[in-house]
């Protein structure tokens, strides 16, 4: 599969890299505004053809699918121009700046019998995929809560806040995980900066009395990668940053009873073991354009799809609405 890479800043070396590496696909361009960053790609890549018009790219014969790693304002008109001219479209996150952008390239696609992929990088991580396990397996039993913390200092970005940034990692993990649409959500956040809120807190209101949080911060003097996934059986942490055992395991828990005849609730607190399961050791983007490269020669629709973009915006959409409002109730 030939591939035309939009993009060479901080994300687009990671890709055309492991476009090089996967067997099955190759880099037949790149395009690039910069002029420094299209000369890191041709120093890097003598044998692929480097250039600034991103049109061209688009529209080159020589091209089956287009990434597009390029700000996310510019996604829009990028991904409907390479399916409008018959390419697959695997696509940096968030997958669109509104949810009308998003549905109309997804019936584009569907229209054209084209894939549409969304970077969800960290859904093709071993934790991702143990914690996906766990829970089909029912290990943490009735689900309370999702509270996830993604902070560090930098790096700022000049197009979106904090929200649109780092948020879309943590809300396409939770609706990958979840399985679950949110009924409503509440968000705050503030700017001190440069004008785009630097510091963003969500809470999100599913069925059946489960409850997410995430915070995220460019102004946090540590970095901090945390999920924590409370369950009645069992509880799980989640430290992206630890080199080994980045998912714990606890056996711990509150037991409830009714005590007859007694006006109230005997509450007793469950501690047992905790074990940090195996994870598989590969790279998740590898894994994750394998994927594609492998979902769009069969036809098959990937799990990142539109989609699953979609959902990513719509609710990054409803937290900037409640945001604007300082942390009204909005309804998706």
């Known amino acids: 599969m030939k591939f035309g890479v939009i993009g060479f800043g901080y994300w687009g070396p990671n890709i055309v890299r492991n476009l090089m590496n996967l067997e099955g696909s190759e880099v037949t361009a790149i395009a690039e505004i910069s002029p420094a960053a299209r000369k890191r790609a041709q120093k890097a890549y003598p044998g692929v053809r480097v250039i600034q018009d991103a049109h061209e790219v688009l529209r080159s014969a020589d ?98 806040n904090v929200l649109w940034d780092l948020a879309p990692h943590d809300l396409s993990i939770m609706d990958h995980l979840l399985r679950a649409k949110p009924e409503a959500i509440v968000a705050t956040g503030q700017e001190h900066l440069n004008g785009h809120e630097d510091i963003a807190f969500m809470t999100l209101y599913f069925p059946d009395k489960v409850i997410a949080h995430i915070n995220v911060n460019w102004l946090s003097p540590v970095k901090v990668r945390t999920t924590l996934i409370g369950g009645e059986k069992r509880m799980l942490v989640w430290n992206d940053l630890e080199a080994d055992e980045k998912i ?67 609710m990054l959409e409803a937290a900037s609405r409640s945001m604007k409002q300082r942390g009204a109730l909005t309804y998706l």
Request: glycine share 8%; hydrophobic share 40%; aromatic share 10%.
């Open 63 to 160: 091209n089956d699918a287009i990434a597009v790693v390029s700000p996310v304002w510019t996604h829009y008109e990028l991904a409907k121009e390479a399916l409008e001219n018959g390419k697959h479209v695997f696509v940096e996150k968030p997958f669109t700046v509104s949810r009308s952008q998003g549905e109309e390239l997804i019936e584009l696609a569907q229209r054209k019998k084209l894939i549409i992929m969304v970077d969800h990088t960290f859904l093709f991580t071993g934790a991702v995929r143990k914690i996906a396990q766990l829970l089909d397996e029912g290990s943490l039993g009735k689900l309370y809560y999702y509270d996830s913390t993604r902070v560090n200092l930098g790096l700022f970005q000049h197009d979106v």
């Open 248 to 314: 714990k395991i606890y056996d711990k828990g509150i037991n409830i009873t009714n005590q007859e005849g007694v006006y109230k609730l005997l509450v007793s607190y469950r501690s047992g073991d905790m074990w940090a399961p195996q994870l598989e050791q590969a790279e998740a983007l590898h894994r994750e354009l394998t994927y594609f490269v492998e979902c769009a020669s069969s036809g098959v629709e990937p799990f990142n799809n539109g989609e699953a973009g979609l959902r990513v915006v719509n």
